[in-house]
């Protein structure tokens, strides 16, 4: 049974361009969570999805950030328009349900230049 | 707005010491208190506490939750480089779902 699985694990990009990550939970989770976690900080919610639906945004910036879990294929988070401080580490986690036991991916890196 | 408070922010041992981690919390609702090994990857998962003066233990590690003075500490004996990492402790809202709310982390480097 395949963990959270995110990637791309590292991703560089320009200031101004667009960065997109992708979480394909567990199997049998239809839970999905989106955290950050800044150099040296802990991890900070972003959003909370579950299949179609955005449960709980807020802690998603209001600009540039959007997240979806569609009905079909991962969960993915976009950030547009990256700037410096967008670089950070990318936390996707899922659950079987909203009081299941969470489980973390092993994040997304990513850097902008 | 929920709050986790972690201290002390770092400490370096050697092996064969014992640390004592804390973490302190506000949280409207409280579900349970989470601590998590992170070794700059995926937070591993150590404890979860829900009940009041009761340890959790797994070998060298222990945790125990006072709901009523609103903390936790972890506890590692006997400690090897292999604890070498940052522990996160979180706690979690019954009014919030699975949301977790994370503290700053304790950075523990164990010297040989």
């Known amino acids: 049974n395949a963990g959270v699985m995110q990637n791309p694990r590292h991703l560089v990009r320009r200031r101004g361009q667009e960065a997109r990550l992708r979480c394909s939970p567990m199997?049998?989770?239809?839970?999905v969570y989106w955290y950050r976690q800044l150099p040296e900080e802990g991890l900070k919610f972003m959003v909370y999805l579950q299949k179609e639906n955005i449960i709980d945004e807020s802690g998603m910036p209001k600009e540039r950030f959007s997240a979806e879990f569609p009905k079909e294929g991962p969960s993915i988070l976009r950030i547009q328009q990256v700037v410096r401080g967008d670089s950070a580490a990318y936390f996707c986690?899922?659950?079987?349900?909203?009081?299941?036991?969470?489980?973390f991916g092993e994040g997304s890196w990513l850097t902008v230049v | 707005e929920d709050k986790v408070v972690q201290s002390p922010l770092s400490l370096v041992v050697h092996e064969g010491d014992t640390v004592t981690l804390n973490c302190s919390y506000e949280?409207?609702?409280?579900?349970?208190l989470l601590w998590y090994k992170q070794e700059k990857k995926a937070p591993t998962f150590l404890f979860m506490l829900?009940?009041?003066?009761i340890e959790k233990k797994s070998g060298r590690l222990s945790s125990i939750l006072d709901k009523k003075e609103l903390f936790s500490i972890l506890n590692i004996t006997a400690t090897q480089t292999g604890d070498s990492a940052v522990y996160l402790c979180a706690v979690e809202s019954k009014a919030a779902g699975n949301k977790l709310t994370f503290g700053g982390g304790t950075r523990v480097l164990v010297k040989p």
């Open positions: 986690a899922s659950s079987p349900s909203w009081e299941g036991t969470i489980y």
């Open positions: 199997k049998g989770h239809s839970h």
């Open positions: 949280v409207t609702n409280f579900r349970s």
């Open positions: 829900t009940s009041s003066g």
